[in-house]
């Protein structure tokens, strides 16, 4: 992702996330510390064409890593992007040289909880009211080996 993604990003973060929606102050943080040697984040976008259909955002510090965000059109929900996207990310806290990944999700969320679990994320807890304003309970799930192996999906291109 680079700053000229930013205003599709919050476009389509509005749009799957309207109750709690990032800010764009909040990817233009994220993405301050996406960069150089020092880079904590890795931070990527998918086209498909001249269109954004997704992106994903994960976060490391030390040993361990978090997935801070991943969202896929709807349109193009079903097509295997998020599972490309997740990929992504886990080769870079691979690369990153971390453990353990862990991620909050929706309680309500069940698809993208039936993805965290296809690659191995495990529920270890809840987070009661983390979704705000909804007041919507987080479940936190954790992989403890980011190593994986990639799946293809046609038609989208993925880039940092």
Known sequence: MRWWDIDPVFVLEKELFPDDAWSRGMFWSELAHARGPLATRRYVVAM???????????AASGDLADVQTIA???DHWGTGLGARLLTDLLRAATAFEC???MLEVRVD????QKLYERFGFEPIG???????????????????????SATGVQGTEIHG
């Open 126 to 148: 809840f987070r009661r009211g983390y979704y705000q304003p909804g007041n919507v309970d987080a479940l936190v799930m954790r992989r403890t080996d980011p190593s994986t």
């Open 99 to 101: 453990a353990e990944v």
């Open 72 to 74: 896929v059109a709807r």
């Open 48 to 58: 498909d064409g001249d269109r954004l259909v997704g992106y994903a955002g994960l």
């Open 109 to 112: 969320n069940t698809r993208a």
